[in-house]
């Protein structure tokens, strides 16, 4: 496949380590769209090019993307529907032979998931969007980030004050991968994308999900691994114990009182941990991390860098 590739939302969290492992895994130029009014600064790489602008501007995404071949989209979560649509179609006029869409974290393939909560929605929609457009898309499945969401506690983990809550109940054990995991896999696609060895066939990711992990526990596991990283017991902490499906349910509340956000995180998050919403997607599906050639992490080193920040 001819051409490059083009990354929008490149100084994001996910965004700015997917620039640094293309630049670290290949000798290829990038290409990075972002807003105008980012600060964001970036490597002095002669293979970088940056291209600052509006995202609403049909005339601006077109001119950085004609040329390249494949857009990876790193928009954040909150990114505007209309935004994200208005990405794909410019992609297509402007000849873009393959997209990774938004979308990642929970498998939204799941019914189960899909029926609980209604956002999932607009991953299949994009995706649907993308393929009338004419475009190949790979996906890429990868749970709540382990390293992002144990700084930010939405694992009901809270490492700086020793507080945790397990859930109770019909729960699992449920896949989670890092940051800088995701970002190789994304990286690793791309480049057999446009320098496919002999034995890859693209025609098998073609309009599908990839699956990758970095690790499979339950969220006990987890609690106690924390432990372990930070040098403590479990008298050091003050561990409550709350039925799932009754944190679901009141995520569900809060997304329905104006707090849309922190009740959507509770609902995915309660959905992760339960039997039957594809939280160990590892253990129905099979993961792609050894056609990627990922690399099997430690979970202590993990955590402990996340701890640290």
Known sequence: ????????????????????????????????????????SFTNDARISVHKGDYTSVAFL?????????LVCAMGLTAAPESVELVYKTAAAAGMKWIIP????????????????????????SRSMITELGIPYTGFITNPWL?????????????????ATLYTGAVTRFNTTTIAQVALAVVRFVRQLLQPEPNFRIEDYRDRE???RS???????????????????????????????????????????????????????????????GGDYESDKGVDNAVLGLPQEDLDLELGKAIKG
């Open 1 to 40: 496949m001819s051409g490059g590739v083009v990354i929008i939302g490149g100084s994001g969290h996910l965004g700015s380590r997917i620039v640094q492992s293309w630049l670290s895994e290949t000798d290829m130029p990038i290409t990075i769209i972002t807003r105008a009014e980012s600060e964001a």
């Open 102 to 125: 938004q979308g990642w974290g929970n498998d939204w393939q799941n019914a189960q998931l899909a029926a609980r909560v209604p956002p999932m929605s607009a991953a299949k929609a």
């Open 210 to 212: 990839v699956y990758i």
């Open 215 to 277: 690790f499979l526990l339950t969220q006990k596991e987890l609690l106690e691994a924390v432990q372990q990283a930070t040098n403590t017991s479990a008298d050091d902490w003050k561990v409550e114990m709350q039925d799932v499906q009754v944190y679901i349910r009141d995520g569900e509340s809060l997304m329905g009182q104006g707090q849309f956000m922190r009740g959507l995180f509770q609902v995915l998050f309660g959905c992760l941990y339960s039997e039957g919403f």
């Open 62 to 70: 077109k001119e950085a993307m004609t040329g390249q071949s494949v």
């Open 147 to 163: 390293d992002w969401n144990i700084s930010s506690g939405l694992f009901s983990i809270d490492v700086a004050s020793r507080k």
